[in-house]
């Protein structure tokens, strides 16, 4: 069975071998792959592993060896499942893998958030402790979360994880999903709807996927209802929020601050209006990316080629 792995450089560069993956086939890694060269790389590959590569039907449609394509991580959006379903070909996910890695970044930030950690090393690296006149200083105002509302849209896995979090710091928790599940067993919780937690939460954090029906839905009318004092974190996907009008949100001082880990284009652009706002942290994508997360997206990943090569394909999307 020929494996081909479209773009493996950030899953594995160079602390998380390929052994259990490279031990099931003929196996063959890229450390990334241009759009124009997919095809090429991929004519004769019967597994495709990719993570950020898309796999579009016309794509799909000029390989005639592929039978199976996994993908690097938990969303699919990457890939045409249901042109790949049409062939006959099932393509595969990995659900839970980074879920305590990203819930505990999403408090990395909302710390930062909270208390500048980072400027105030730097302060006091660069003399400003040394000159002051007292024992303390602050440059920002410092937050504390107990007592505090967590809105969480989006209540799957991770979504479950970070209220659980929340919870340990003593916030009251609302969530939003689509098709409401089975409440957790800490209180105070509530069920809203996302508008709801918009206008009633301290910290909104957002774990949904993003579909054509809510992409840009964090705009300036979300934003409005927001709290002056309020956060915004998103870790999930950098297109369900209108850049620009968190941006103007941030900049007019109507919330207080943001925190993304994930950008509508990845990288982000020079230009993306987030990259000057006021109080706005980012970082590049790395929620997923501790170790001990990427050896679990390691070893699932083997687990699904090998399932498949049994006949028994698991983590099918499509």
């Not at 493996?8 to 060269?37: I, S, Y």
């Not at 920002?140 to 989006?154: A, D, F, H, N, Q």
């Not at 479950?160 to 340990?168: D, I, K, P």
Request: net charge negative; aromatic share 6%; proline share 5%.
């Amino acid at each position: 069975m020929r494996i081909v792995v479209l773009d493996g450089q950030v899953l594995n560069p160079g602390d998380n071998p390929w052994d259990d993956v490279a031990k099931l086939g003929e196996f063959t890694v890229h450390d990334r792959t241009p759009d124009d060269l997919t095809v090429e790389r991929a004519r004769d590959a019967e597994i495709i592993v990719t993570n950020k590569t898309p796999l579009a039907a016309a794509t799909i449609g000029r390989l005639p060896k592929l039978r199976f394509i996994t993908i690097l991580a938990t969303g699919h959006d990457v890939v045409d499942a249901e042109a790949a379903r049409r062939r006959g070909i099932p393509v595969s996910n990995v659900p839970d893998y980074a879920t305590d890695s990203v819930a505990q970044f999403v408090f990395a930030l909302l710390l930062e958030l909270c208390h500048h950690v980072g400027e105030h090393d730097r302060a006091v690296k660069d003399g400003e402790w040394s000159r002051a006149a007292d024992f303390c200083f602050w440059k920002t105002p410092l937050v504390e979360l107990c007592g505090k509302r967590m809105g969480i849209v989006g209540f799957g896995r991770i979504g479950r994880r970070v209220g659980e979090l929340a919870h340990a710091f003593g916030m009251d928790v609302l969530a939003s999903r689509g098709r409401r599940s089975e409440e957790p067993g800490y209180e105070p919780f509530g069920w809203r709807t996302v508008a709801e937690i918009f206008a009633e939460s301290d910290v909104v954090t957002l774990h949904c996927p993003q579909t054509t029906g809510n992409t840009g839905m964090v705009n300036a009318g979300l934003l409005g209802m927001m709290k002056p004092g309020a956060f915004l974190i998103n870790t999930a996907r950098g297109g369900l929020v209108a850049e620009q009008d968190l941006a103007d949100a941030l900049n007019a001082g109507r919330i207080a601050g943001a925190a993304a880990d994930v950008a509508a284009s990845e990288p982000v652009p020079a230009g993306s209006p987030l990259l000057s706002a006021r109080n706005c942290i980012l970082t590049p994508h790395i929620a997923w990316a501790a170790l001990a997360a990427r050896r679990r997206l390691m070893e699932q990943t083997a687990r699904n080629i090998a399932a498949f090569i049994a006949g028994n394909p698991v983590n099918v999307v499509n």
